[in-house]
Structure formats: C-alpha cells, structure tokens
C-alpha cells in the first residue's frame, strides 16, 4: 500500500450509516455539517438499487440531509453506464422505483440481465426468465452481491443470494459493478482529483464498504449502525482501520487525528 497522504476526501455510504429507512441515525445531520467545514471533499457512495437517485435525493432531504446529487454515486449510475458501453438490451430486475435511472434504454428483446434488489420480481417464472436468457449467453451484470441489508423491521436478504444462484445454474459469472468492486471507488474518486491514498470510506459493511475501500488503499471506517452486527470487523483483512458507534463518533475522530 502506497505511503499515507494528508486527507482529501471522505466517501460516505448512505443506507445504515447516515439513515435506516426513513429514519436518521441520530446525530448524523450534525456531524456532516462539522465534516463539511473542514477543506476535506465529501461524497456519497451507495449500493441502493431500491430507489432512484432522485427519489433518494429527496428522502435525505426531508431528513434534513445537506447533499446535492452531483455528490451522490450510485451503483445504478455505474450499471448504466456499462449498459450504455457494452450496447446491450438489458432485462431489469429491479425495483420499479429504480428504473427512472434506466431512462431510455432500450429493454425490448432483452439480451443481457441487469439484477438489483428487487423483492417484488423475485419470484420463480421472473428468475426463470432471466435464468433463460443467461443459458443463451446474455451478459448477467450484477449492481451489487451485498448479502443483506437493515430495514425497520430487522435484516433482509439482499441482491447477492439471487445472483449466485443464476450465477450457480448457469455456470456462470456476474460482471459486478457496486461496491466493494474497485472500479466503483475509483469513479466515484476520480471527480474529486484525490488518490486513494488521500480518502477515506465510512460504512457499515464490513466487505462492501470498509473491505472494498481499503482493498483500493483507502482508510475504511466500520460504524456499528445499520447493518452492522458484532465482531464484523474480524471478516476484513486487513481489519478496518477503525471501528466505532456511529458516523458522529467517525467524524469526531477524523476531525481530531487525521486533519
């Protein structure tokens, strides 16, 4: 790993770390505005494929959220963007909320499959479809493989299980574009100008946020919100850099030690 730099940037993840739902973590409102007087940039970086980046632009701002959407990456501004690349027809199993993202993308005669989160297309004729579909050399692209997620009402299965198994009974592997992937770091980097090496991620996910993060040489911070569950950070190698209550105590400790 390259040396460390003075700290440019901070990526933030979004479900778990500054929300759960509709509901802010506490705090979290507060300790942004503190992080943004600081000279660090700070960016968001989400796996959600639940909702629009609009829609979710919306519900930070009714929980108070200062954010703009140009601070906003999404795993499913990374999947159309290699939708668009590759030229493909895609099938969209994802949640209707999302396909304002896929706006004008030709869907008719699908030739690839796109997987998301989607529990109200999870069914076996849905899956059945796509399962087909990849049998005849579709490209299945994955926008995440997170394994769970928290809601309200405790955890729930995530995309990943579904796509391991069309990746199981097609003898086949998902091209994956979400986080803990490295090409998703470096994207939502590059718009700041700062290496890895001058950042640092704050997430709940022990693999996807923290894991991915550091895999690109970043710092990653593990807060035991959200999805968090206890001994998390002994299934990151290297473990996180630091693992602490929430984003108020992350901020509180990158003000003090690493500006």
Known sequence: MAARRALKA?????SGTLHIEDAAVPGAQEALKRLRSTSVMVRFVTNTTKESKQDLLERLKKLE???????????LTAARSLVEQ??????????????PDFKGIQTSDPNAVVIGLAPEHFHYQILNQ????????APLIAIHKGRYYKRKDGLALGPGPFVTALEYATDTKATVVGKPERTFFLEALRGTGCEPEEAVMIGDDCRDDVGGAQNVGMLGILVKTGKYRASDEEKVSPPPYLTCESFPHAVDHILQHLL
């Not at 796509?130 to 050399?137: H, K, N, P, S």
């Open 10 to 14: 901070v990526l933030v993840d979004l």
């Open 86 to 99: 590759k030229q493909v027809r895609p099938m969209l199993l994802i949640d209707d909320r999302a396909l």
């Open 65 to 75: 959220f200062d954010i703009s959407e140009d601070e906003i990456f999404t795993s």
């Open 130 to 137: 796509a399962f087909r579909l990849l049998l005849d050399g």
